[in-house]
């Protein structure tokens, strides 16, 4: 069975980074999208071939990328603001069919003013 937890939330003062991490396990990398959520708010999403995308909230401040050797996926967010502060998940979507079936527990962001 397929997990994923979250981890690197926290506090953070605005303007500051955080790196969130998502380990996944019992699970081979192939053609499948792994995304990052707010909440339920699909913040991007990484595909086999490296390319991602964005929401046009975290464009240009976040950025998603995936460690083949680690099974790992992570969230580089600079540049935070209070409304980024929520609860992250990431998720995977097999086949990168638009439906996110396996989601980790999610990992806290609190960000101050």
């Not at 996944?24 to 490296?50: K, M, N, P, Q």
């Not at 976040?62 to 609860?87: C, R, V, W």
Request: charged share 20%; glycine share 12%; hydrophobic share 30%.
């Amino acid at each position: 069975q397929v997990q994923l937890v979250e981890s690197g939330g926290g506090s953070v003062q605005a303007g500051g980074s955080l790196r969130l991490s998502c380990a996944v396990s019992a699970y081979t990398y192939g053609s499948d999208c792994l995304g990052w959520f707010r909440e339920r708010e699909e913040l991007g999403h990484i595909e086999t071939d490296g390319s991602s995308s964005y929401a046009d909230s975290v464009e240009g401040r976040f950025t998603i990328s995936f460690d083949n050797s680690k099974n790992t996926l992570y969230l580089q967010m600079n540049n935070l603001k209070p409304e980024d502060t929520a609860m992250y998940y990431c998720a995977l979507d097999t086949y990168c069919i638009g439906d996110y079936s396996y989601w980790g527990r999610g990992t806290q962001v609190t960000v101050s003013s």
